[in-house]
């Protein structure tokens, strides 16, 4: 919900813009560090979901750490100030310069995804006379019941190492003298609403950690991954449930007094903040439909065209306007089909020229954007 005061502000920006709440992303922060605090938690933001220079400074400053998946994410992290001792990196195409890079930073520790990444760490640690701490990232096959394109921890997935590849892992753990191993990964996936996937991949940690302790190897670190969701149909419910989150972990989770517990959350942190501002450029109202074509695409806000995603789309200027009778299809500039954010859309009577908001932005919004069709730089505004 804006206020008359955002609206009158939003028509003097050049549209279309992302639009950073950033007092409710600080409350979003808070609620989570304070919730985490509780169990001793500890937080890696994942950067890929907003890498945003005045997001990612709040998030440094709230004390989390970073979860990076390329080069360019540990650089960033490094740049911005986050303590390189709360860097992680994982990835399952980790190239050699990533890896001295990340190295010669000291970062935390390597996620691990397959037993040649290992003896690739291990070979490159060694001509650098260093020892790499590394978690193995280990595909549970847990079903997160999210969309099939981001779930990440089945078996047909290529992400993580197999379960029965794990003898082998444990083995060339063994043999490699610069690899240190600090403990087990998991991510099965994003935008996960319900909990019970949770209880589910926790009995499988629990699993995994028994095996390698009973190997002889020291878990020091269970890293359960992100993936909690947001509430796309209530963009002003706002901050997700932490409290319920982490209980779940605390429930069910085996956890003895000398282990930590990483969480990589990204879009449960970040995704309510930001709202896509659009404007209006025609309405084509037709035999069958009706189309809003907005100054806004696939090019900046991909995840319509991508997942069949659904973000909210409210029309700011009819705000408070009660009659959404009219059906519109709301689509971009682009010349893609695909290119449309919602069919059959009610909403007030739309004129050119209204502010359109597309809600809950903020994560895997602005940095999936790119210059199909040779479009500019989408623009960003903050409140405060
Ligand atoms: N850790 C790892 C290893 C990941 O791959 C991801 C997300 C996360 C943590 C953070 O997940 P989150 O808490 O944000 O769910 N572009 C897609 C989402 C892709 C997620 C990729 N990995 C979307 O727009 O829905």
Redesign the pocket.
């Known amino acids: 919900m804006f206020s008359n005061k955002d609206i009158t502000h939003f028509a003097n920006i050049e549209t279309p813009f992302y639009y950073y709440d950033l007092t409710l992303l600080q409350n979003t922060l808070d609620t989570c560090a304070q919730a985490a605090k509780v169990y001793n938690f500890h937080v890696h933001y994942?950067m890929?979901?907003n890498f945003n220079p005045m997001v990612l400074e709040k998030i440094k400053s709230t004390g989390f750490g970073a979860?990076c998946?390329s080069g360019g994410e540990v650089k960033k992290a490094i740049e911005i100030g986050f303590d390189q001792n709360k860097v992680v990196f994982?990835g399952v195409g980790k190239s050699d310069k990533e890896i001295n890079d990340a190295l010669d930073q000291d970062i935390f520790c390597f996620n691990v995804e397959s037993i040649q990444e290992l003896e690739v760490i291990n070979e490159l640690a060694a001509k650098r006379a260093k020892k790499a701490r590394v978690a193995i990232r280990i595909n549970p096959n847990v079903d997160a019941h999210t969309h099939h394109n981001?779930t990440?921890g089945l078996d047909e997935n290529k992400f993580g190492i197999n379960s029965w590849d794990l003898p082998d892992c444990a083995e060339t753990l063994k043999q490699c003298a610069q690899l240190e191993f600090i403990g087990i990964h998991f991510?099965i996936g994003?935008?996960i609403t319900n909990l019970d996937v949770y209880k589910n991949l926790c009995v499988r940690v629990n699993e995994f950690a028994a095996w390698f302790e009973e190997r002889g190897f020291l878990v020091k670190v269970l890293n359960v991954?992100?993936?909690?969701g947001i509430d796309y149909h209530n963009p002003d419910q706002q901050v997700p449930d932490f409290e319920a989150y982490f209980k779940i972990f605390n429930d069910f989770l085996e956890v003895r007094s000398n282990q930590e517990v990483h969480f990589?959350?990204?879009?449960?942190l970040v995704g309510q903040s930001s709202s896509l501002i659009s404007k209006v450029l025609y309405v084509k109202n037709g035999k069958k439909k009706n189309f809003i074509i907005l100054d806004a695409g696939m090019t900046e806000l991909m995840?319509p065209a991508l997942?069949q995603?659904y973000h909210k789309i409210e029309n700011l200027t009819r705000q408070g306007v009660t009659d959404t009778s009219v059906k519109y299809d709301v689509v971009g500039p682009i010349c893609e089909s695909t290119d449309c954010f919602g069919k059959e859309v009610e909403l007030p009577e739309t004129s050119r020229g209204d502010l359109i908001a597309l809600r809950s932005t903020g994560?895997?919004g602005e940095v999936?954007a790119s210059h199909y069709n040779l479009r500019e730089n989408v623009n960003v505004a903050y409140s405060e």
């Open positions: 994942a890929k979901a979860d998946v994982a981001i990440t991510h994003s935008q991954g992100g993936g909690l990589e959350l990204g879009r449960a995840r997942y995603a994560a895997y999936m």
